[in-house]
């Protein structure tokens, strides 16, 4: 109600598209997170790591924290893996599940992360990669969490102005390329009467 009436139309296909965006960005992160559980569930079973399903179910949440998710959940996986040796400290056991571990983060980081919130967001995986990089970079886990979020938004905004410009330049017509009207020719000049 506080926007001007001839606004409000526009107002309301951005707020869906940011809406739309925003709900990928969320669905595309729940899936990852699922898929990160299972990985390591299926790793903490092949390694025999006691209280498999707890420490995946962790995992799995922490996952939804970028970057700092992953070694936060890492942490009491192996420390839980080291003791899970029937005749006291197992390094081997250890050791192997922290390298499953770093194989699933970086399958995570260079393969899932970029493809699958893409795709559910509609963003090309390396503006993913790049949005998530610069957000880390500049306000740390915070910029991180909300780097590609924020990318979303900016890309309905992006291609809403681009849109309305795009039709607006072409009169209304749709169409990746303006149709100009092809030149006429100059009338023809009259033919001069023949004498016979």
């Known amino acids: ?8 139309e526009d107002y309301d296909v951005i ?6 965006g925003l709900s990928g960005v ?54 839980v893996a080291l003791v899970s040796g029937d005749e006291g400290v197992d390094v081997v056991r250890g050791l192997a599940i922290g390298l499953w571990i770093i194989g699933i983060h970086f399958i995570e980081a260079n393969l899932l992360n970029p493809k699958i919130i893409g795709t559910a967001a509609k963003i ?8 998530l990089f610069l957000g880390e970079h500049s306000f740390g886990l915070v910029g991180a969490l909300l780097a590609v979020p924020i990318l979303s938004a ?5 291609m809403f102005f681009y849109r309305k410009t795009w039709k607006k330049d072409l009169g209304g017509q749709t169409g990746p390329i303006a149709t100009t009207p092809s030149p006429t020719p100059p009338p023809a000049a009259p033919l001069a009467p023949t004498r016979s």
């Open 124 to 131: 090309h995986p390396v503006l993913v990669i790049f949005s």
């Open 1 to 8: 109600g506080l926007l001007p009436v001839n606004t409000r």
């Open 154 to 158: 900016i890309q309905v905004l992006f």
């Open 26 to 79: 969320i669905r595309g992160q729940l899936v990852i997170c699922l898929i990160n559980g299972i990985l390591t569930y299926i790793g903490l079973l092949i390694f025999g790591v006691k209280y498999s399903l707890i420490l995946a179910v962790v995992a799995a949440l922490l996952t939804l924290i970028p970057i700092f998710g992953s070694i936060l959940s890492s942490i009491p996986i192996v420390l």
């Open 15 to 20: 707020i869906a598209g940011i809406d739309r």
